[in-house]
């Protein structure tokens, strides 16, 4: 099974809402990444989680807030999103002490802020 | 991490081999090459890596240069459903891809 799961596949919400973003996998792997893809560009690393701790974070607003409640689930809490943070959120796997590390990426979540 | 530099677009019949090129004249000795795509509206799904030998699988063949600065993938027989964009990434830091504007291969009938 290498299957990455993404809920909602779809999500609107207002520049006061509060939404979280989920993702799941069962291939027991220990690193969950998000990226985020504006239209027509390559996805862009958000956050990485090794180990169920956050390892890196790209500078990213404090309005993401990523969140690893155990090694198979990983969210990322969205607060007074902006217009132009509407994108497709995509969410990643991969086993860490394997070399390479390949991952495997969900289907993603499409978001609009209105 | 090195930067890599793929053409824009490229076409292909089906039923024909697709190869796409790949340039990465900064790359490290211990940087792995890997290929993506991704189909419209999709996660991106991982195809072949390689770091020195030439490698085969189910989906493609990755043909890596003796001095390691450019790569090819090739799709053998080309279907309509291969229609995506391509991503070559390398990459040596555990935990992080960073991707290019990649390919964008179109297979016709």
């Known amino acids: 099974d290498t299957e990455v799961t993404q809920t909602p596949k779809h999500l609107v919400m207002g520049m006061t809402n509060k939404k979280s973003l989920k993702c799941e996998q069962h291939m027991g792997h220990r690193a969950m990444y998000w990226y985020k893809q504006k239209a027509k560009k390559p996805p862009e690393l958000m956050f990485v989680y090794s180990y169920e701790k956050l390892s890196i974070n790209e500078s990213v607003p404090s309005r993401f807030s990523p969140e690893c409640p155990n090694s198979s689930l990983l969210n990322l809490h969205l607060h007074a999103l902006q217009p132009e943070d509407s994108a497709l959120y995509l969410c990643?796997?991969?086993?860490?002490?394997?070399?390479?590390?390949?991952?495997?990426f969900g289907p993603g979540t499409r978001l609009l802020v209105l | 991490d090195a930067k890599t530099t793929q053409p824009t677009s490229m076409d292909c019949a089906e039923g024909r081999a697709a190869n796409l090129p790949c340039n990465h004249s900064t790359i490290s000795g211990n940087e792995y090459v890997y290929w993506y795509r991704q189909i419209h509206s999709q996660g991106p799904q991982y195809i072949i890596h390689?770091?020195?030998n030439n490698e085969t699988n189910e989906m493609a063949s990755l043909i890596i240069t003796e001095d390691r600065k450019s790569s090819t993938l090739i799709l053998p027989h080309a279907t309509l459903r291969d229609t995506a964009v391509y991503y070559c990434?390398?990459?040596?830091?555990?935990?992080?891809?960073?991707f290019g504007r990649g390919t964008q291969l179109t297979v016709w009938p």
């Open positions: 390689g770091l020195k």
């Open positions: 990434i390398v990459s040596s830091t555990l935990g992080r891809l960073y």
């Open positions: 990643a796997s991969s086993q860490p002490d394997r070399d390479p590390e390949t991952q495997y």
